[in-house]
Structures are given as C-alpha cells and as structure tokens.
C-alpha cells in the first residue's frame, strides 16, 4: 500500500496533476500546486458538488465571500480563542511535536506491543487532560511514559505550549495600529455572517441552505500524506439553516444525501464509512465524518454536524446585529422569530482530488505470451476525467492531421479535448490512459473516404467504428453529469 501510494504521487507529478509548490526553490512544505491536469479534475470536482447542492436543490443558493474579514468574527467564531494544537518542542533537536500526537503514536505503540490496558489508561489520561486542557499533564504523561524524540532520541522537552493554527497578516499601510486581520480556517463564517444578506436579497424561506467553495488556511504543524493535509487548501462548504427542534431529521438527511453523492461517482461502498463522534466540540449536538479508505487508513473526507444556534448566535452577540428569521406562518407569536439552527456539510475538495486520484489510479499487467505489455490507467469516472477526448490522425501526412482538425473544432466548444499527432498510436494511447482520457479517436485513410473514425474506450480498450457526425452524441452521453 506504501508502494501503490508512492506511486500515485510520482504518477500525479508525472503528468501534471500535482507539483510541490514552489519546487526549483526546494519546495515549501505541506503546500502544493495543481498542474494542467489537475487544475482540470478539481475544476470538475467543483462542478459536481456545485451542481449537487446548488443546482438540484432549488431552497440551496451558492455564494463567494471573502477570504479577509473582520478579525472580530474570528474571536465570535471561538477561533482566537480556541483554534489550537498544543504543542512541544525537544531542546536538543529544536524540533516541534503535537503533544497529543507524541501520545497517540505511543498508544499506538502499546497497542502493537499487546499492552492493551496501558494503551487504554494512557488513552483516557489523555483524553482528560485535553478536555480539562490542562497542558502540564500532558507534559507530565509524556515524560511519565518515557517518550523520546524521534530525531534526537532525547527526553528533553519544553513546556506544552498553545499554538494558534490561523495564519496573521497586517491589513492596510504597516503604520502604528495597524490591524491583524487572519486568513480564513474555513470557509462557513463567510457565510453565516451573510445569513440575513442572503436570506433577505433571496426572500429565501427557512428551511434553506448557503454553499460555498473557496481557499481556508491553517498553520498545521504536521503535515503528512501528501495533499491529505495542507497549510493552503479548499473547503466545498453547506450551511442548512432549519427551525430549532428538526435538527435530528436534517442530519440525517444530510448524511444520507452526501454519502449518496460519494457513491454516486461509482465508488465501492466498502471503501467509505461514517464515524460518528461520541465527543462533540460544545457547540455541536450530532457530529459525524464520511471516512474513505486511503492506502494509509481510513481518512476523513467530510465532516457533517448539527452546530445548533452557536454561530448565528455568536454573531449576534459580537456585532450587535439581529440575526433571526421571521416565521409569518407561524401562528404562536412566541416563536415567530429565531435564531435558525445549522446542518453544516463541510468537505476538503483536496482531500477528495486525492480520494478520486486514488480510486481511478491502476497498474494493468497487458502482456500475452512473451510479449511484455503493461498500463497506467486513470479510470475517473467519465464527468470528471479532465480531457473527454483526443483526436489523433494516424498519420501526420495525406490530410489527415486536417481532417483531425476539422473533427476537432466542431467538438471543442462542447467538450475539453486534445490533439495529439507525435509518436505511434500505441504510445499516444497510452499517454491518454495515463490521464484518463474515456476515449481516443482515430482519424485515419478511411475517414477521409466515408466520414468514419475508430473509437476506443479508455477502461475496455475496445475500438469501434463510427461515423464522424455521431461523436458529438457518444461523447456527450458518457461524460453528461
Ligand atoms: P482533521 O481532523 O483531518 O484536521 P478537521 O476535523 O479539522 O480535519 P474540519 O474543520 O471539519 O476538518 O474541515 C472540514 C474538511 O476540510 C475536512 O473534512 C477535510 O476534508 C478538509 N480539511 C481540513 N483541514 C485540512 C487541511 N489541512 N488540508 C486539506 N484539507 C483539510
């Protein structure tokens, strides 16, 4: 699983779907770019969750707020104040650890071990301390169980400190008072704090959804697996708002409805699970995760939680504004106006580029006899393969490379494609499986006598003859949302 892993990064580097960002100047760490395939996929990506929750849900409408606001929502938002990792440096290798990470390594350690019941003492000390956050026990826990620095080996650790995970910046001319502004963690305070705007611009009626998708920014301090954890990334956010009381029925809804958008995209279910969290953060009444399967453990993809009243209320509370919706139907006056309670659905569209790299990437053993064959092969799901086709003259000479031309321009507003006349067939068909591109289309003498072109499927590899003029129906009923 290490090796498949190591594999599907090299491949994503290798054609263009991921770099290491900044890479000629070493790279900086846990941030990354995506190239012109990749660009491509996650664009798609965007789309089907656009089109799932904004397009087919006519009570959910889709906004694009700001990445700067007002450092106040941050401290309403419970940020400031709580938005940490505790961590712990070792003095002689000046490396920095999360404390609670160091420990859970360890229990996991036990557990390999067979020490189940010091695996499980060590678990619930743990767990107390951070719920009390009380960070000297966790020191004390550290140094009680003999943990080690890993590049050191040496006990020799500092305090547990706070660490804030939001990233600061000066906002306007660097004179004195200038303001601290943050970048966003996350993308819903956009659009709680848009709530009334929307609500009253779209005359929307409760029960009703705000979704959004752009950049969020947490200073993690360790970040590993690839794009699984970033410093810079991009959240495909929902905000549900509902009448107090029917939380439990939209959970479940929600919960329903985004795993079934998971699935919908042809994935094993046995790859997914939810985890439902016994422990919910204070402001939350239901809180579960869709879990995938990655080559190094179940992952979370998706959070979708029952957050009641906490942020409209808080934001009611620090900006002074009124933040409620006004029921005319209701007929006990008492509860014609409130404070809406949140279905919040919240995924890492990072996290699910690399889930659907994943699933689609595999190495195919082709061979016959003595013959020595093999492929790479994207098999994305055909709506959001980032090239839906390539047209490729057989030749680069008799008029064909016009006649591929030709068939291009008139598919090309309709569908991303690409042109391709360099090398053999075989060798550009195989750089398109190693894309995922769902089919390759041969323009060759024939063509040029009775309109007719060969098709090939990129998972069957099976080739057919059609006319021209049919392409554009093939094409568009295969990779259709
Ligand atoms: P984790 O426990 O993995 O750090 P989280 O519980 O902090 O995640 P949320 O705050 O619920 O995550 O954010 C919602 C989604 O945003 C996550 O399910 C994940 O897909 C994505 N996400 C969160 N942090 C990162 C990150 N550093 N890099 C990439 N995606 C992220």
């Known amino acids: 699983n290490d090796e498949l892993f190591k594999n599907v990064i090299a491949h ?5 779907f991921v770099f290491q960002s900044s890479e000629i ?9 995506y190239g012109q395939y990749g660009a491509e ?15 087919l849900n006519e009570n959910i409408v889709g906004i694009d707020s700001a990445i700067f606001m007002h450092p106040k929502i941050w401290e309403a938002s419970g940020h400031v104040a709580g938005f940490n990792d505790p961590m712990i440096d070792n003095k002689d290798s000046k490396k920095r650890y999360r404390a609670d990470q160091l420990l859970e390594d360890k229990i996991a350690k036990y557990e390999k071990d067979g020490k189940t019941a ?48 939001m990233f600061s910046t000066q906002f306007g001319a660097m004179a004195e ?43 993690e301090v360790i970040a590993r697996q690839f794009i699984l954890r970033m410093r810079e990334f991009e959240q495909m956010e929902m905000q549900f708002f509902i009448k107090p009381g029917t939380e439990m029925e939209w959970f479940a809804h929600w919960k329903e409805a985004r795993l079934k958008w998971h699935l919908a995209l042809g ?62 139907q209701e007929t006990d006056k008492e509860k014609q106006s409130y404070v809406p309670y949140v279905i919040e659905t919240s995924i890492g569209l990072d996290r699910m580029f690399l889930l659907t790299l994943i699933n689609a990437y595999e190495e195919q053993d082709l061979s016959e006899g003595d013959k020595k064959d093999s492929r790479v092969v994207l098999k994305f799901p055909p709506a959001l ?46 750089r398109q499986d190693a ?47």
Request: net charge negative; glycine share 6%; proline share 3%.
């Open 118 to 165: 010091k695996a499980e003492a060590l678990q619930t000390a743990m767990d107390d301390a951070l719920k009390a956050e009380d960070f000297s026990r966790l020191k004390e826990l550290i140094e009680e169980h003999e943990i080690a620095d890993p590049v050191s080996g040496t006990r020799n650790w500092t305090e547990v400190r706070q660490f804030n995970l």
């Open 41 to 55: 996929l996650k664009n798609n990506i965007k789309t089907y969750w656009w089109k799932a929750m904004v397009q």
């Open 12 to 16: 994503a580097k290798e054609y263009g």
């Open 435 to 481: 894309i995922g591109t769902p089919f390759c289309i041969t323009v060759d003498h024939q063509t040029l006598e009775d309109n007719t072109v060969t098709i090939r499927e990129r998972d069957t590899m099976i080739q057919e003859r059609v006319n021209a003029d049919d392409l554009e129906k093939i094409i568009g009923d295969l990779v259709s949302w």
């Open 267 to 328: 994935t094993s279910t046995e790859k997914y699970r939810f985890h439902d969290h016994t422990k919910l953060a204070h402001y939350a009444n239901a809180a579960t995760d869709i879990e995938f399967e990655f080559p190094f453990g179940f992952k979370e993809v998706e959070g979708i939680h029952s957050r009641t009243d906490f942020d409209l209320s808080q934001h009611e509370k620090y900006s002074g504004k009124k933040l409620r919706f006004f029921d005319p």
């Open 385 to 430: 393969a980032p090239i839906k086709a390539t047209i490729l003259p057989l030749t680069k000479k008799d008029g064909l490379p016009e006649k591929a031309r030709d068939i291009m321009d008139k598919l090309k507003l309709d569908f991303n494609l690409q042109y391709d006349e360099k090398d053999s067939i075989g060798k550009r068909y195989r």
């Open 25 to 33: 100047y070493d790279g900086l760490s846990a941030v990354y770019d």
């Open 177 to 219: 008072g200038s303001d601290e502004v943050y970048l966003r963690p996350e993308t819903a305070q956009g659009i709680f704090v848009n709530f009334l705007n929307v609500q009253k611009s779209g005359r929307m009626k409760i029960p009703f959804g705000i979704a959004q998708i752009g950049k969020a920014f947490r200073n």
